[in-house]
């Protein structure tokens, strides 16, 4: 069986600084593994994935993520955070098949 | 690329009434995806397709939920005798069949059941 967990619900952050959304997972077999964003009232959107490779992974929006297999982590960057940064973060895992397994989502905050 | 459509974006329905959502996907994708996600939660899988196929369906989909894609282009999602439980958002998403294709979202369909 797979799991996610996102062990924030909520992160509140001021403007330009740094953030951090933690996710662990659990597997039994080798996993890919994936951020998503969803802003209000909207669909979800890939911000980066990790299939192998280099653990660091630079996404869009200047996100990055790092994976950790020691430590079952897949934990979410961003050096400088802007307003627009406020939105629903989602981690994700898949393992064989093609559908996507997700944590319960970190509300990003980001105050002015 | 137009992205994943899905019609209606909101839906009231009365307990007890049926109701039918549409996915379009991507044109090139062969994959296509149902989720659905309540207040709180990250989106649950409900089935996928590829091509006009259902390979897969969670437990979650009851046998009250069906789901279609007969021409292995659009796909529909009916819900029969719909309950107070079943409010949600309904996800619809499409792939493309090369392992590990990250999957593109539609805006989803909010389902409130009254």
């Known amino acids: 069986a797979q799991s996610v967990t996102q062990l924030d619900s909520q992160v509140p952050v001021f403007e330009e600084a740094p953030v951090e959304l933690r996710c662990n997972y659990s597997s039994s077999v080798s996993v890919y593994l994936f951020w998503y964003v969803q802003y209000p009232n909207q669909g979800l959107q890939l911000l980066l994935k990790y299939l192998s490779g280099s653990t660091l992974v630079k996404g869009i929006n200047g996100f990055e993520a790092e994976f950790n297999k020691s430590q079952t982590s897949f934990h979410l960057r961003k050096p400088s955070v802007h307003i627009s940064d406020t939105a629903e973060y989602f981690c994700?895992?898949?393992?064989?098949?093609?559908?996507?397994?997700f944590g319960t989502g970190t509300r990003l905050t980001v105050i002015p | 690329d137009t992205g994943v459509s899905q019609d209606p974006r909101h839906k009231i329905t009365k307990r007890g009434q049926n109701v039918t959502f549409r996915c379009d996907p991507i044109s090139e994708h062969n994959r296509l995806y149902w989720y659905r996600q309540t207040l709180g939660q990250g989106p649950e899988f409900l089935t996928y397709?590829?091509?006009?196929?259902?390979?897969?369906k969670s437990r979650l989909l009851s046998d009250r939920f069906s789901a279609e894609r007969p021409k292995g282009s659009f796909s529909t999602l009916e819900i029969q005798r719909t309950e107070q439980g079943d409010s949600a958002m309904y996800l619809c998403?499409?792939?493309?069949?090369?392992?590990?294709?990250?999957?593109?979202f539609g805006n989803g369909t909010r389902l409130t059941v009254t």
């Open positions: 994700a895992l898949q393992t064989g098949a093609n559908n996507l397994f």
């Open positions: 397709f590829q091509n006009e196929a259902q390979l897969e």
């Open positions: 998403a499409s792939s493309l069949e090369t392992a590990n294709s990250p999957l593109h």
